[in-house]
């Protein structure tokens, strides 16, 4: 397991680096299987999932919504997969309810078996520069990172 690392790549995109001790079969079911995505989906302590529905085909769709629990907040997210090749990428398109960003962004995670594990590179491309810095200055890495952190508990309590 290491930490999160996010480094800009060209105007729009940030590449995000992760390495978790699981097998990429887990770490891919992890992000399509929504029993799995409640538990550790959920950014910084104090959000909750109460909707996560995922149809985990090319051209399926999934859809996550988040509620802050102190205050009663929330944030919706809907997706389109592009590609799904199990256990090793995922792609999508996705934009929030309450679009910041300009249209949808791109996603696509690489799932890249290491000794030990697996080392997740998460490729986000958004439909602008400004986007894209909004993204590295709202706090996402953070709430990112807490949520590798959940996964990597769901890792620890999963036979390998």
């Known amino acids: 397991m290491s930490a999160l690392t996010a480094t800009p790549d060209g105007d729009r995109a940030i590449i995000i680096r992760r390495s978790f001790n699981a097998p990429p079969q887990l770490?891919?079911?992890?992000?399509?299987?929504?029993?799995?995505?409640?538990?550790?989906?959920?950014?910084?302590?104090?959000w909750t999932m109460p909707v996560c529905t995922v149809d985990a085909r090319i051209g399926g769709t999934y859809r996550y919504e988040w509620r802050k629990e102190e205050s009663g907040a929330t944030m919706g997210l809907t997706g389109t997969f592009t590609a799904l090749e199990r256990p090793y990428r995922l792609a999508s398109s996705e934009l929030f309810d309450e679009d910041w960003t300009g249209g949808p962004a791109l996603v696509e995670i690489a799932l890249e078996p290491v000794?030990?594990?697996?080392?997740?590179?998460?490729?986000?491309?958004?439909?602008?520069?400004k986007a894209r810095e909004?993204?590295?200055?709202?706090?996402?890495?953070?709430?990112?990172e807490a949520g590798f952190q959940r996964l990597d508990a769901i890792a620890a309590e999963t036979p390998a």
Do not use: H, K, N
């Not at 770490?27 to 959920?42: F, G, K, Q």
């Not at 000794?115 to 520069?129: C, D, F, L, P």
């Not at 993204?135 to 996402?140: E, I, K, N, Q, V």
């Open 115 to 129: 000794a030990g594990g697996t080392e997740m590179i998460q490729t986000i491309t958004y439909a602008s520069g």
């Open 134 to 144: 909004g993204a590295l200055f709202s706090g996402m890495t953070e709430g990112m």
């Open 27 to 46: 770490i891919y079911d992890c992000w399509t299987v929504p029993a799995l995505l409640r538990r550790w989906l959920l950014g910084p302590p104090g």
